[in-house]
């Protein structure tokens, strides 16, 4: 099974529409969405949700108002504030356990606490799995590596030859647990300042973990000068800019109505999005297949 990831360095890049250009065009894949802080590729491809689960990612500090002294050694001690009148504030709390520690009556326990759902599904493209985080939770990492290592499973039990994930944005640790292990890790950058630094950054990260990159530049036409520099940093990376987007009101419109890209373009506004399916499947060594009949 080959593993494509879908990452963007910053958020707003149009990534997720690429990823479900891409999940369009395999004919059947398994697909990840890993930005579990904000999962948006169920939109566009509309999974039958067939079941879910909870997961922690975290704990809090509880205390216990029947064992507890009020001696104060724990709110005195929590350096984040969490700890008022001899309760905790669940969305100031960080877990570190410092106050069960200190606690001389026992009062004080760490809680695992539910940090998110899971869900799998039916798309018309295959199989889907992805998460949505609690509020307040910042452990997304840990959910991230859960929603991979759940598609890679249903992959393998069922067959899949591919696995298509649309990542998380930027280069921390949701990031690093969407890229691991993948074949090829497509950046998708928008031609701006911004665009062309964060781009940087997530090629080193894939850099970093010996993961072959392709670079697609979305909207290339709003900033030519940026565009050109980063065709210029592509170059001197030895990195493949796999294709151009020009900006296109069907994009836009497509993700205002909820549909899937090929859906909403028509004819030449589409070759782009269909040159750089097949440059994906070249750069992981699997034949592109017509929409459909890959089995």
Partial sequence: MKQVVVLSGKGGTGKTTVAAALVEQAGRAMIAD?????????????????????????????????????????EGACRFGAIREFRVEK???????????LCPAGAVSMQAQEGGE??????????????????????????VSQVRMEAQALAVEEGYELLLVDG??????????????????????????????????????????????????NKCDINEVETERIRADC????????????????????????????????GEASLPLRRLFRKVMEGIGLPAPQAGTWH
């Avoid at 999962?39 to 809090?60: A, D, I, Q």
């Avoid at 969305?91 to 520690?101: K, M, P, V, W």
């Avoid at 798309?123 to 985080?133: H, N």
Wanted: charge should be negative.
């Fill in 235 to 266: 170059f001197s990376r030895g990195v493949e800019v796999a294709a151009e987007i020009p900006y296109l009101e069907g994009l836009a419109e497509a993700a205002r109505l909820c549909v899937t890209p090929l859906e909403a373009l028509n």
């Fill in 168 to 217: 998380s944005p930027g280069i921390g640790c949701p990031v690093i647990a969407s890229v691991t292990g993948a074949d090829l890790a497509l950046m998708v950058a928008e031609p701006t300042l911004s665009g062309r630094h964060d781009l940087a950054r997530a090629l080193e990260t894939a850099s970093f973990f010996r993961i072959p990159s392709l670079v697609c530049i």
């Fill in 91 to 101: 969305h100031a709390c960080e877990g570190c356990g410092l106050c069960e520690r």
């Fill in 34 to 74: 890993c930005d579990v802080e904000a999962p948006n590729l169920h939109l566009l491809l509309k999974p039958r949700t067939s079941r879910s689960y909870t997961m922690s990612v975290s704990r809090r500090a509880s205390i216990d108002p029947g064992l507890c002294t009020r001696c104060g050694s724990c």
């Fill in 118 to 143: 899971v869900f799998v599904g039916e798309t018309p493209y295959g199989k889907m799995v992805w998460a949505r985080l609690a509020v307040g939770e910042e452990a997304s990492g840990k959910m």
